[in-house]
């Protein structure tokens, strides 16, 4: 197993409401490939574990991210927003139909959200790099919600080999969420708590008292 850091070149903002960690992205490529979901995807992570907990760092930003709010479009049905006749003359005078506009200009239809927009991310993790980028490669096409209407759009995926941060950042902050008790054992600084899941699948499991990253910068 090798430490290695991984980056996602994006091309669109992303939004996240929690902390993605690199074993919960890859828990998600797996379910795209196999079908498979939560305690089932663990045996195929290509990552290292240490008292039960994966060796993948949270995700961190390049530095000159930023957060921005974006518009988009939401609600459309298909053929009940978007059939041609809702866009021609009505068939008696050669009139257009009357928008709708008592909740305000399109308010069905449009929204805005606050996103980061990044050109690249990163994850820290110890095991085979190649299956890792193999798996994202192939079955994550954009990270955070609304990934499937293009937010988060991943264009390149690469590792290099590297010291290991999967769990401590070089500035010794925690590079994703770990029990206050593994920290403590391991001599390192105070930092903020915070009651998290900290073993997959997140979702599923109890929290505990737990470090977590605080910044979006490693």
């Given amino acids: ?10 091309a669109t903002p992303f939004y996240l409401s929690s902390r993605l960690t690199l074993d919960g992205l890859l828990s998600a490529a797996i379910h795209h490939q196999t079908g498979k979901m939560g305690a089932d995807t663990l045996a195929a992570i290509p990552l290292d574990q240490d008292q039960g907990i994966f060796r993948g760092s949270s995700l961190f930003c390049h530095p000159r991210y930023r957060h921005r709010r974006f518009s988009r479009i939401m609600s459309l049905k298909s053929e009940r927003d978007l059939h041609t006749e809702l866009f021609q003359p009505n068939k008696r005078g050669d009139r257009y139909g009357v928008v709708d506009q008592q909740r305000g200009k399109f308010k069905a239809n449009l929204d805005s959200y606050f996103a ?3 050109k690249e991310v990163y994850f820290w993790g110890v095991g085979d790099s190649d299956q890792t980028c193999y798996l994202i490669e192939n079955y994550i096409h954009g ?10 759009e991943i ?3 690469r590792a290099e080999e590297t010291d290991d941060f999967s769990w401590v950042t070089r500035k010794g902050k925690p590079a994703r969420p770990l029990p206050v008790e593994i920290w403590n054992d391991m001599g390192l600084a105070p930092a903020s708590t915070a009651p998290l899941a900290v073993v997959l699948p997140y979702w599923g499991t109890a929290p505990v008292d737990a470090v977590f990253p605080a910044t979006w910068e490693a």
């Fill in 143 to 152: 990270i955070g919600k609304r990934a499937n209407t293009g937010a988060g």
């Fill in 1 to 10: 197993m090798t430490p290695f850091k991984l980056t996602l070149e994006l």
């Fill in 155 to 157: 264009l390149s995926v």
């Fill in 116 to 118: 980061i927009e990044a």
